[in-house]
């Protein structure tokens, strides 16, 4: 089981009257002292930090002038989530107090709102195996609170069913969940087309709560599911998609243009089949069209990745990208995708479409 949390503005609440009057009196604003706060939570916590409920701090308005980020309905839920997250590789890097403490204050005071702490991207191999049956579901979500030091989350993601356990036990435990006020909506992570809709159709019939979104992996290579099989799921059902690995795993980076580098991942021994990959044949004819997408991106004045981000966004049925941003640099080059999004018009997305020659047949076109 995954668990990604958004600290959104019932997560950062403006003190009581008379409460820390003095810190008040001292500080130049709340935006600066939620700011102070979560860089020390960011440093000391274990995962990926604990909020009080004392200070109220509106990302959307203190920041969305300053850096352009958008905000994005998950799915047709109300929970508003920014259009780019810091995605799976941060939860890596928590071991590293600095590094972690700097990709969240970038991300935070970029107006990043969503923070996904899924422990299935870091090693997390076991609890997958365990299933989704009730007990997994309920006592996995408390363990994780508890070593997050959280009341609740905004969302949690329930991996892919297995064979096992019944779709109505998984919806109900799910219900319950949020019912109990550990979380506030669920979704999905990898999961067919025909298994979200099961799971909305037992929800329908006792009148449980259906999955709001589903994470998805989605780049220049991987388009069929987010671009035809999900976007009629969003316009039935208002399941929404929180994507994953715009970069290809580094792929699209175009680091891997003559090969593999000794420092780059696909060199590491677990990471020995993304090596193949690259290697094979489709992975140098997916390097000749990154040059040539390259072009692209230094026409529109932008980077590889910040183009590959960019396009992601412009599906109308992604409600946030997942950065998987592994330092301070690369994330806030990333993040940098936001200025590009205006630059996509209809011309350079055909240009995309032609480059990659993969573009999914769907039933209408789901772009902007």
Same mark, same amino acid.
């Given at each position: 089981?995954?668990?990604?949390?958004?600290?959104?503005?019932?997560?950062?609440?403006? =003190?009581?009257?008379?409460?820390?009057?003095? #810190?008040?009196?001292?500080?130049?604003?709340?935006?600066? #002292?939620?700011?102070?706060? +979560?860089?020390?939570?960011?440093?000391?916590?274990?995962?990926?930090?604990?909020?009080?409920?004392?200070?109220?701090?509106?990302?959307?308005?203190?920041?969305?002038?300053?850096?352009?980020?958008?905000?994005?309905?998950?799915?047709?839920?109300?929970?508003?989530?920014?259009?780019?997250?810091?995605?799976?590789?941060?939860?890596?890097?928590?071991?590293?107090?600095?590094?972690?403490?700097?990709?969240?204050?970038?991300?935070?005071?970029?107006?990043?709102?969503?923070?996904?702490?899924?422990? %299935?991207?870091?090693?997390?191999?076991?609890?997958?195996?365990?299933?989704?049956?009730?007990?997994?579901?309920?006592?996995?979500?408390?363990?994780?609170?508890?070593? @997050?030091?959280? *009341?609740?989350?905004?969302?949690?993601?329930?991996?892919? =069913?297995?064979?096992?356990?019944?779709?109505?036990?998984?919806?109900?435990?799910?219900?319950? $969940?949020?019912?109990?006020?550990?979380? @506030?909506?669920?979704?999905?992570?990898?999961?067919?087309?025909? /298994?979200?809709?099961?799971?909305?159709? $037992?929800?329908?019939? +006792?009148?449980?709560? =259906?999955?709001?979104?589903?994470?998805?992996?989605?780049?220049?290579?991987?388009?069929?599911?987010? /671009?035809? #099989? &999900?976007? *009629?799921?969003?316009?039935?059902?208002?399941?929404?998609?929180?994507?994953?690995?715009? &970069?290809?795993?580094?792929?699209?980076?175009?680091?891997?243009?003559?090969?593999?580098? *000794?420092?780059?991942?696909?060199? @590491?021994? =677990?990471? #020995?089949?993304?090596? /193949?990959?690259?290697?094979?044949?489709?992975?140098?004819?997916?390097?000749?069209?990154?040059? /040539?997408?390259?072009?692209?991106?230094?026409?529109?004045?932008?980077?590889?990745?910040?183009?590959?981000?960019?396009?992601? &966004?412009? !599906? *109308?049925?992604?409600?946030? %990208?997942?950065?998987?941003?592994?330092?301070?640099?690369? &994330?806030?080059?990333?993040?940098?995708?936001?200025?590009?999004?205006?630059?996509?018009?209809?011309?350079?997305?055909?240009?995309?479409?032609?480059?990659?020659? !993969?573009?999914?047949?769907?039933?209408?076109?789901?772009?902007?």
């Amino acid at each position: 089981m995954q668990v990604s949390f958004a600290c959104t503005d019932h997560g950062l609440k403006a =003190p009581r009257n008379g409460e820390h009057s003095k #810190q008040n009196a001292t500080s130049p604003n709340t935006t600066t #002292q939620a700011r102070t706060r +979560f860089r020390t939570v960011a440093l000391i916590a274990r995962s990926l930090g604990s909020f009080t409920h004392r200070y109220h701090h509106n990302l959307k308005e203190s920041t969305a002038k300053l850096t352009g980020m958008k905000y994005r309905n998950l799915g047709k839920s109300g929970l508003r989530v920014s259009c780019l997250g810091l995605g799976p590789r941060v939860k890596t890097f928590l071991v590293f107090c600095q590094v972690a403490e700097q990709l969240m204050t970038i991300a935070y005071e970029s107006g990043v709102n969503l923070f996904d702490t899924a422990e %299935v991207y870091s090693g997390g191999k076991a609890e997958t195996e365990r299933g989704l049956n009730r007990k997994h579901i309920i006592e996995g979500l408390k363990g994780s609170l508890q070593r @997050m030091q959280l *009341e609740y989350v905004d969302v949690v993601f329930a991996n892919r =069913p297995d064979n096992n356990t019944p779709m109505e036990e998984i919806v109900r435990a799910m219900t319950h $969940v949020i019912n109990q006020g550990m979380a @506030m909506y669920w979704g999905t992570s990898r999961w067919s087309a025909m /298994e979200i809709m099961e799971a909305y159709s $037992v929800a329908r019939q +006792f009148n449980l709560i =259906p999955p709001v979104c589903e994470q998805a992996e989605y780049h220049f290579f991987q388009r069929e599911k987010v /671009e035809t #099989q &999900l976007p *009629e799921l969003y316009h039935k059902i208002g399941v929404g998609v929180v994507s994953w690995s715009p &970069l290809a795993c580094g792929i699209i980076t175009g680091k891997y243009e003559n090969g593999v580098p *000794e420092s780059s991942r696909a060199s @590491m021994k =677990p990471y #020995q089949w993304l090596r /193949e990959k690259i290697m094979s044949e489709d992975g140098r004819k997916q390097q000749a069209k990154l040059k /040539e997408l390259a072009h692209i991106a230094e026409k529109l004045g932008c980077t590889l990745p910040q183009l590959a981000i960019a396009w992601c &966004l412009r !599906n *109308e049925g992604v409600s946030s %990208v997942l950065l998987g941003s592994s330092n301070p640099s690369q &994330l806030t080059e990333n993040l940098g995708a936001i200025q590009v999004i205006p630059k996509l018009t209809a011309g350079i997305a055909s240009e995309v479409d032609h480059i990659l020659g !993969n573009r999914p047949h769907s039933k209408r076109d789901y772009h902007h």
